[in-house]
């Protein structure tokens, strides 16, 4: 039952802003790094920025500087605060998560979970 779900692409001109949002749903007990990944057609999936539960912080050369990311521990909720956008930034957005949850014999465990992605479109 455990479900991350991604919003707030869409469409920006380069220059703009878009601040992405991923909540975590469901048998969550806590939630450790959580962090946002793209990938562009043609192209890997690559690392944008991650976060720890303690707020360790980590970004991609290509947008350090221009992107920020914080996390509400107390929703299970990511955001990407994305500034200065640039049409290379063009992607699907996904949110990623390591999850602690309760199975249904009271066991917890961890397990890496992603978001279904959202589409960021730069341009004019």
């Known amino acids: 039952q455990v479900q991350l779900v991604e919003s707030g692409g869409g469409l920006a001109q380069p220059g703009g802003s878009l601040r992405l949002s991923c909540a975590g749903g469901g048998s969550i007990v806590s939630i450790n790094t959580m962090g946002w990944y793209r990938q562009a057609p043609g192209k890997q999936r690559e690392s944008v920025a991650t976060i720890t539960r303690a707020g360790a912080i980590d970004y991609a050369d290509s947008v350090k500087g221009r992107f920020v990311i914080s996390r509400d521990n107390a929703k299970n909720t990511v955001f990407l605060q994305m500034n200065g956008l640039k049409p290379e930034d063009t992607a699907v957005y996904y949110c990623?998560?390591?999850?602690?949850?309760?199975?249904?014999?009271?066991?917890?465990?961890?397990?890496?979970?992603w978001g279904q992605g959202t589409q960021v479109t730069v341009s004019s």
């Open positions: 990623n998560a390591d999850i602690i949850r309760a199975t249904s014999r009271t066991t917890n465990i961890l397990n890496n979970y």
